[in-house]
């Protein structure tokens, strides 16, 4: 006779299949929270640095263009 097994435990099913899921314990600490090592971090600095430029670009060519062009955002067209 084979012994019986409990259940294995149900986790949590994530809100989307395409989000990032952590868990119910949270994200944890933001990056300037005492302790969390962001400012130390190379990776996050070098991410964050990119991420600045690209939004300063973005803006910069938005405001070149005038605001987003309504070419293809418009339900009569």
């Known amino acids: 006779m084979r012994p019986v097994l409990p259940a294995a435990p149900r986790l949590p099913i994530p809100p989307q299949a ?9 994200p944890g600490p933001s990056y300037l929270d005492p302790g969390s090592g962001g400012p130390a971090n190379d990776a996050t600095n070098r991410n964050t640095t990119f ?20 070419h293809g955002n418009q339900r009569s067209e």
């Not at 989000?19 to 949270?26: D, F, N, P, R």
């Not at 991420?51 to 309504?70: D, E, F, Q, T």
């Open 51 to 70: 991420m600045s430029w690209n939004l300063m670009h973005v803006a910069r060519m938005l405001k070149v263009a005038g605001a987003i062009p309504a």
């Open 18 to 26: 395409d989000v990032g899921w952590i868990g119910a314990a949270g």
